[in-house]
Nanobody, 120 residues
Framework: QVQLVESGGGLVQAGGSLRLSCVAS????????MGWFRQAPGKEREMVAA???????RDPGSVKGRFTISRDNAKNTVYLQMNSLQPDDTAVYYC??????????????WGQGTQVTVSS
C-alpha cells in the first residue's frame, strides 16, 4: 500500500531553518505530484508548496517565497526547505501525493504529519 512518511520537524527559534523530508513507497513516485501542506491549531489546512511530476513547482503564496520544495525521484523523496521561520509557521506539516501528476490535483494520499514549532 501507499505510504508517505515525513521527518525533519522539531523546535526551532524564529529566523531559523528546517528541512522536511517525505519518503514515499508503494507508488510510482516519479509519476506523482507531491505537495506540502500544514495545519495549525484552529486553522484550516493550507498548501505551502507543490511540485509536479515534471519538476515544475507551485507556490500558492502562503509563505511568501521562504520555503522551497524539491524532489529526488531516485530516492522517492520530496523535501521542503524552510527558511526564515516565524512563530506563525508553527503547525503540523503533511506531505501528500497526487496520482494525476498535477500540482493542482486533489491529492490522493497523505502522510501522518510532522510537527514544526517555532519559538519567538
Amino acid at each position: 500500500q501507499v505510504q508517505l512518511v515525513e521527518s525533519g520537524g522539531g523546535l526551532v527559534q524564529a529566523g531559523g531553518s528546517l528541512r522536511l523530508s517525505c519518503v514515499a513507497s508503494g507508488l510510482t513516485f516519479r509519476s506523482y505530484a507531491m505537495g506540502w501542506f500544514r495545519q495549525a491549531p484552529g486553522k484550516e489546512r493550507e498548501m505551502v508548496a507543490a511540485i509536479n511530476s515534471g519538476g515544475g513547482t507551485r507556490d500558492p503564496g502562503s509563505v511568501k517565497g521562504r520555503f522551497t520544495i524539491s524532489r529526488d525521484n531516485a530516492k522517492n523523496t520530496v523535501y521542503l526547505q524552510m527558511n526564515s521561520l516565524q512563530p506563525d509557521d508553527t503547525a503540523v506539516y503533511y506531505c501528500a501525493a497526487d496520482r494525476t501528476g498535477s500540482a493542482y490535483g486533489k491529492y490522493d494520499y497523505w502522510g501522518q504529519g510532522t510537527q514544526v514549532t517555532v519559538s519567538s
